[in-house]
């Protein structure tokens, strides 16, 4: 270039292609920055294996176990066709199979801590009896085909839930509840919830919430009726709870059985055997009016009752507590004359009235007719007599023990 030659500048072209060209630059260094930051990740990333999530608690079964056995009861272990009978021994399982015949009576234990008590005639299916070894929750599941059973769910510090299934109807007991259930060859099912809460689900869909002294009846078709109230549990009073009772000649003694009434109750169920169990009650009596009923002819032994109350719409509530007395023979002079105060005896015209105080669950009779005697001992009744006669009142009472106490009064009917 010649010395007084002048430097053309640079044109707008040139400018944009020099601008372009580093542009292009950048692009490719950032573009490389990204795929070399891709390759470090993947290597981390293959160098790193991931730790797989842990597999899912499996449940342990943990099983139920027979407390007391009486009578015919046996067991049909899951896959077999052979019918064993139960013992201590045996363990159940899923889907064990157990009947009780006739008089056969059960009580399970399961490891939560449910207690299932079986009656005559019944036939359940084990569903589940198992325990989540992570979180300890324990489920019990059972399958009641036919029969009657009692139940009583675990505490409410167990975590876990008790499902018992028929077919019409499964109900849930929260912890700590007590109830009954009923289940009929069609099916039809009847759940009782004594003491506690649960939820029933019909096979038709309806969800029905049972709180204490609450029950529900479901059709064979699955179709639950209203929810009804139950009555309140009587109150036994005599003979007091493991009482031992002395006759001269017990089969041909008067025992006397009390209860406190239930208020709104229309009659009561009261039922006397040998065994706790009522797996052959030697009274069943259903529908009974009154809080007193008189045993005869009952011989020397040990004897269990209970009484439940039962609604005007035939519902029955709990049974009392179970109570025991025996009966033995003694000779007369070893027993005891209960107290026979006599209070008032006021004649008015040919009605008699006598007022007086005896010893509770004493036999109190005048001239062969009975008096009721109320639970405190008290009695207050009105006996009349034919007009223009004179008699002597013969007050006799025989008292818990067998002990006999009688007075006589001379008693003159005006006309």
Not at 63 to 74: H, L, M, P, S
Not at 243 to 249: F, N, S
Not at 360 to 365: D, I, N
Request: charged share 20%.
């Amino acid at each position: 270039m010649a010395p007084d030659e002048k430097q053309k500048p640079a044109s707008r072209d040139d400018r944009i292609e020099w601008f372009t060209v580093s542009y292009r630059s950048l692009a490719l260094v950032a573009a490389s920055i990204v795929l070399v930051a891709a390759v470090v990740a993947l290597l981390v990333r293959g160098w790193r294996t991931p730790t797989p999530p842990p597999p899912p608690a499996t449940p342990v079964e943990t099983g139920a176990r027979f407390v007391a056995i009486e009578g015919n009861v046996q067991v049909k272990r899951a896959g077999t066709l052979e019918w064993v009978p139960a013992t201590r021994a045996v363990v159940l399982h899923h889907n064990d199979l157990v009947r009780t015949g006739g008089g056969g009576t059960a009580e399970l234990h399961f490891a939560d801590g449910t207690v299932f008590n079986v009656r005559p005639d019944c036939l359940f299916t084990i569903e589940e009896s198992s325990q989540n070894p992570v979180s300890g929750q324990q489920r019990v599941a059972l399958s009641i085909q036919s029969g009657e059973a009692n139940f009583q769910t675990a505490p409410r510090t167990v975590s876990g839930s008790t499902t018992i299934s028929t077919p019409t109807v499964r109900t849930t007991p929260e912890r700590d509840t007590a109830g009954n259930i009923q289940v009929a060859q069609s099916g039809e099912t009847g759940v009782r919830i004594f003491r506690g809460a649960g939820r029933a689900e019909t096979r038709s869909g309806q969800r029905i919430e049972l709180t204490s002294n609450e029950g529900v009846k479901v059709n064979a078709s699955g179709e639950a009726g209203k929810k009804v109230a139950l009555p309140n549990v009587p109150v036994l009073t005599a003979p007091p709870h493991q009482t031992e009772v002395a006759y001269p000649d017990p089969a041909r003694a008067i025992t006397l059985l009390m209860w406190n009434g239930v208020a709104g109750a229309t009659g009561y169920r009261v039922m006397i055997d040998f065994s706790p169990t009522f797996a052959r009650p030697l009274v069943d009596r259903q529908g009974y009016h009154g809080t007193q009923m008189e045993l005869r002819g009952f011989e020397t032994g040990t004897y269990y009752w209970k009484v439940a109350a039962v609604e005007p719409n035939g519902s029955e509530g709990n049974f009392s507590d179970l109570w025991r007395f025996t009966l033995v023979k003694a000779p007369p002079s070893a027993l005891a004359p209960p107290p026979l105060t006599i209070e008032a005896l006021e004649l008015k015209g040919n009605v008699l009235h006598v007022r007086g105080k005896t010893e509770a669950g004493a036999t109190l009779s005048l001239n062969g007719l009975r008096i009721d005697v109320q639970p405190d001992g008290s009695f207050n009744e009105f006996v009349t007599f034919e007009p223009g006669a004179s008699t002597v009142v013969v007050l006799r009472v025989t008292g818990v023990s067998g002990g006999v106490n009688e007075q006589r009064r001379p008693v003159v009917v005006l006309n």
